[in-house]
């Protein structure tokens, strides 16, 4: 059985940091692409960053670029995400996510990804 578990969540002041993780279960974590996604109160669930199980390519949303950073503790079986210089429009929901097959072209979708853990939430201050 597939599980997702995310932690790390809170309040933060802006210019802050966080480091977000996600435990995985019951699958082979190296073969599966990753993704945190989040989603803001009245906004739609968005993407964050990825990890291509084919390539370790590690695309980034655009307005995460510089300031995240995501990366897999194989040995744990654990995804990490790294957030520095949080801004309030950070404030969301934050959910990682999980599938055994992904091309590059679908890392940012979230159709793509079957397994999603509760999520954990940001709250950023300004």
């Known amino acids: 059985q597939v599980q997702l578990v995310e932690s790390g969540g809170g309040l933060v002041q802006a210019g802050g940091s966080l480091r977000l993780s996600c435990a995985a279960s019951?699958?082979?974590?190296?073969?599966?692409?990753m993704a945190w996604f989040r989603q803001a109160p009245g906004k739609e669930r968005e993407f964050v960053a990825a990890?291509?199980?084919?390539?370790?390519?590690?695309p980034y949303a655009d307005s995460v670029k510089g300031r995240f950073t995501f990366s897999k503790d194989n040995a744990k079986n654990t995804g990490i995400l790294q957030m520095n210089n949080l801004k309030p429009e950070d404030t969301a929901v934050y959910y990682c996510a999980a599938s055994s097959g992904v091309i590059m072209s679908q890392l940012r979708s979230q159709s793509a990804y079957p397994y999603w853990g509760q999520g954990t939430q940001v709250t950023v201050s300004s």
């Open positions: 019951g699958f082979s974590f190296t073969r599966y692409a």
């Open positions: 990890i291509s199980q084919r390539t370790g390519s590690r």
